[in-house]
């Protein structure tokens, strides 16, 4: 050892009893710099630049690094051999700056390690300084503290000999040390004050048991005497507590078995509930790559059928174009026809006309000529008989109209355009079935011509002759085409009388003939609807005068779910459905409609039948008809519906039943054709359907709404992702408080989940929701069922954007009157919660299905956000429970039927003329 230090350190208690001295010997690895260090570091340096820090260590450095970049750059190559010494000197600089560099590299590293190891022990014996300043600090307290300070030491110890920091840790040590040893003498102080107290606490509990040792000794005295005199009634009472105790032991005995029974049960309910969590994650999880494969499975059929359609449009179209063209070639062809006719029977008039006049002439000379040559005699005095006149046509003698103008009568001007029929002008024919749905062939295909079931149904013209055609044969004949579809009858004394329209048979003749028209079905892709009758007279069977006149039949019309309602129609179920009547009842009643309740109808009354109406002309007033377009399938368990107006309705059959698969079944289902309000280009509305793919709607009902020119063409709406396939499960129009215009509701899976991350959002994940179904869960457990938050985002991304898309340009929406209203659809297409989109509105007010959404402050979330969506529009909503209708995968709008008010304007005023 070069240099010792030894530091006694006594400690003397109040006793004055030393506790120990502590010899602290510093080695000699912390005694002093290297020497070698020394000279290494003096190199070429003066004394006066030997580093004294680690920040002069750094910058001798950085000193040293740039002396040696600067012999780099400037290398000293010797062109003679006389010069070599100077290469050696260059090179013997260099070597000794990269030794002198690496040397205070390594000191660097050094006084690194000295700095971490000093910071180290400061922080060590801080915490020691805090534990020795406790207040009535334990033997346990100045322990700790006494480890702190032997760490502290230890890791000064660590410091190495040649830093800066070798001769202040050696301060700092014996400085650590003496705290050392003023802890050590506290922790004895501290333990042997506990001893004492120990032994203190230790005689006052053997005081104290003897205490009560002496006392059990009495008390054990005063219980035998006790005894001996209570020894009867303590046995007696021994045995009852025995008996009590047994008992006691039994319920014990019996309640840990039931506890035990109870755990067993809960252990084998939850080991089932982990078992169908299990088989439920992986169902989803099946149902999930299942949807994936039939996803697309279905794009590509979809592909397929798109790329298929397409071809078959463009054949249809090819073959629609050669068949209008030789439609139309064909009635340029009749038109000529007729025209050559017409100018033929003028011509041929007019012949006879004059012919007629010069023998008149002829004859009234020759009477002249007689009278001036000869006397009158008995038999010259006879007047000749003439012979028969024919008169010329013309509206004042011969007039054969129908109400072309519409004004519901019958005159002169009537006269002007007759000819040329159009949805705005020309004399209007009105269905009239018959049969009324009983019989088994359609009324047009029946040969036998009946007397009218309503008269008043009938659509009249008038045959107005003078008393030149008194003698003359009058006939009605129709063209071919129409002929199947029409019955004509004249007005006698003895009723309505068939009119045969082949022009066989003659009418009655009256110089006034009332003609009944009445169309035995709508226009529909076989016929268009207009009819070309013909007034012919015929004297000696030469036709003498004729007329035609162009008819067509009232086209029928869908009322919108704007227009007002007079009726609402649902099935009685029994019990299942009866809170729902009467919620019905108590919403729809005050509106001034009525409810009519059907014994034994099926389920959906949505899709039994199609309420619709047509529209005919009166003198004060235009007559309006309803007419039900009636579904086709299993007619012996599908009845029409009678309205409350049953002497208006009628029903019309369009198509045969189809085969459809059960996923397509509800397709052709009435609730999947719809009509908007009046929108432009369209005063009517517009019809539009439910497209499922490979199974549309009808395709005879579609050609029908187009055969009747006025609210088509159908646009079609990709359904085929619902379960239904109906349009009316996404998309409704609801009447604002303003007259004439109204919003659009359409489903929204994406505003669905945000409200539910609302609500999670706002802490009410725990909520319940969709209560009392089958569906019922949390806010939270939903959000984290991940499948269905994935399928009901794809379906806004993939289906509902585009729709929105095609209806804002086919109806021309703006954003403003497009409402999309949350809902959520499982992986089948079904609402998951009770659809508000599939709802009726009834005279300012909408039936909406109860979403049985989270209740936050007694109030259904769910519906105050379709209250908040609908208040700019004014909308009064009552939700019905039609949960019996949830759990079938239906709601409001597929359980009820309604009738409507027509339009109140005639409808071949709102259209523009010739249309």
């Known amino acids: 050892m070069r240099l010792v230090k030894y530091i006694a350190i006594a400690i003397i208690n109040g006793f004055g009893v030393v506790i120990g001295i502590i010899w602290v010997a510093v080695p ?169 107290r120990a032994e203190e606490e230790e005689i006052r509990e053997r005081a104290r048991k003897e205490q009560e040792k002496k006392e059990l000794a009495r008390r054990e005295i005063e219980r035998k005497e006790q005894e001996k005199k209570d020894r009867a009634r303590k046995e007696l009472e021994r045995q009852e507590f025995q008996r009590q105790e047994l008992a006691r032991k039994e319920l014990e005995r019996q309640e840990a078995a039931r506890k035990e029974l109870e755990r067993q049960e809960f252990e084998k309910q939850e080991l089932a509930r982990k078992e169908l969590e299990r088989q439920e994650f992986e169902r989803q999880e099946l149902a999930r790559k299942e949807l994936e494969r039939q996803e697309a499975a279905r794009k590509e059929l ?25 439609a139309r070639q064909e009635l340029e062809r009749q038109e000529l026809a007729r025209q050559e006719l017409a100018r033929q029977e003028l011509e041929r008039q007019e012949l006879a006309r004059q012919e007629l006049a010069r023998q008149e002439l002829e004859r009234q000379e020759l009477e ?26 013309s509206p004042s003698n011969f007039f054969f109209a129908g109400d072309t103008n519409r004004d519901g009568q019958i005159n002169e001007q009537d006269e002007a355009g007759k000819e040329q029929w159009s949805l705005s002008k020309g004399a209007l024919i009105s269905f009239n079935d018959r049969n009324n749905d009983r019989g088994k062939i359609p009324t047009w295909k029946q040969t036998k011509v009946m007397v009218p079931r309503r008269a008043a149904m009938l659509s009249q013209v008038n045959l107005t002759l003078s ?68 007034a012919t007279a015929q004297n000696n069977g030469q036709e003498i005068a004729s007329t035609t006149i162009q008819m067509g039949v009232s086209p029928w019309m869908i009322p919108p779910n704007t227009a007002p309602v007079t009726e609402v129609q649902v099935s009685d179920r029994g019990a299942v459905n009866s809170e729902f009547i009467s919620q019905l009842k108590r919403a729809v009643e005050p ?50 519906v009678k309205s409350t ?17 059960p996923v397509s079944q509800w ?30 709607f009808n395709p005879e009902v579609l050609d029908f709404i187009q055969a009747q ?52 959002g706002r802490g009410y994940g725990d909520v319940t929701m969709n209560r009392g179904l089958s569906t019922q869960t949390t806010v939270s457990a939903a959000l984290k069922n991940r499948a269905l938050i994935q399928h009901n985002l794809y379906l806004q991304n993939q289906k509902l954007n585009p729709i929105i898309e095609k209806l804002k340009r086919e109806f021309l929406l703006g954003d403003d009157q497009i409402i999309q209203v949350p809902v959520m659809f499982g992986y089948s297409g079904y609402a998951w919660w009770p659809n508000m989109v599939n709802s009726v509105p009834v005279n300012g007010k909408l039936l909406v299905s109860n979403p049985r959404g989270p209740m936050i402050d007694g109030v259904d979330y769910t519906q105050e956000r379709l209250r908040q969506l609908l208040l700019p529009a004014g909308v009064s909503v009552s939700f019905l429970d039609d949960r019996y209708y949830q759990e079938l995968k239906g709601n409001v709008q597929s359980a009820t039927n309604t009738v409507r008010k027509p339009e109140e304007r005639p409808f071949w005023q709102s259209l523009p003329n010739n249309y």
């Open 467 to 534: 008393e030149n055609f008194k003698t003359s044969q009058l006939f009605i004949t129709a063209d071919s085409i129409a002929s199947p579809h029409i019955s004509v009858f004249q007005k006698t004394g003895d009723g309505w009388q068939p009119v045969d329209i082949s022009g066989a048979k003659p009418l009655v003749f009256s110089k006034n003939i009332v003609l009944g028209v009445e169309a035995k079905q709508f226009a529909d892709r076989n016929w268009n609807g207009t009819v070309n009758l013909k």
């Open 28 to 196: 000699t690895t912390v005694a002093q710099p290297s020497l070698n260090y020394q000279l290494a570091l003096s190199g070429r340096q003066s004394e006066g630049e030997t580093p004294q820090s680690l920040s002069e260590l750094y910058k001798l450095r950085d000193r040293l690094k740039v002396q040696l970049d600067n012999l780099a750059k400037n290398p000293d190559s010797a062109p003679f051999p006389a010069e070599l010494w100077k290469s050696a000197i260059h090179r013997q600089q260099s070597e000794t700056l990269t030794q002198q560099l690496q040397n205070v590299q390594s000191q660097i590293q050094i006084e690194e390690t000295a700095q971490y190891n000093w910071d180290d022990a400061a922080k060590l014996a801080a915490q020691a300084v805090v534990i020795g300043r406790t207040s009535n600090p334990s033997s346990a307290t100045w322990e700790e503290s006494q480890r702190l300070w032997q760490l502290a030491i230890n890791t000064l110890r660590l410091i190495p000999h040649d830093s800066f920091f070798a001769e202040r840790a050696i301060d700092k040590t014996i400085e650590y040390q003496g705290n050392l040893s003023v802890a050590t003498y506290e922790m004895q102080v501290a333990r042997s004050v506990e001893k004492v």
């Open 645 to 661: 107006q049953d002497r208006d309705l009628k029903v019309v059959k369009i198509g045969n039943p189809r085969s459809l698969d």
């Open 591 to 640: 509106t001034g409609a009525k409810v009519k309740v059907l014994q034994g109808d099926r389920t959906w009354m949505q899709d039994t039948q199609k309420n619709g109406y047509v529209q005919l002309p009166e003198k004060s007033e235009i007559r309006q008809f309803n007419v039900a377009l009636k579904s086709n399938s299993e007619p012996e368990k599908n009845p029409p």
């Open 302 to 326: 979809e592909r397929q059928e798109l790329e298929k359609q397409e071809l078959a449009r463009k054949e249809l179209e090819r073959q629609e174009f050669e068949r209008q063209e030789l």
């Open 709 to 760: 020119r006025i609210q088509g063409p159908p646009v079609d709406i990709d359904t085929s992702w619902l379960l239904t396939r109906q349009v009316d499960e996404i998309i409704n129009f609801i009447p604002t408080q303003t007259p004439g215009q109204y919003v659009m509701a359409i489903a929204s899976p994406e505003a669905g989940v945000k409200l539910l991350e609302e609500l999670e």
């Open 667 to 696: 397709s052709d289902g009435y609730g999947n054709l719809q009509v908007t309000p009046p929108i432009p280009g369209h005063p009517m509305g517009r019809v539009y359907y439910g497209n499922s793919g490979n199974a549309g």
């Open 368 to 393: 002249r000529n007689q009278q001036a040559t000869s006397q009158p005699t008995p038999e010259s005095t006879a007047t000749p008989t003439p012979a028969p006149a024919t008169p010329a046509a």
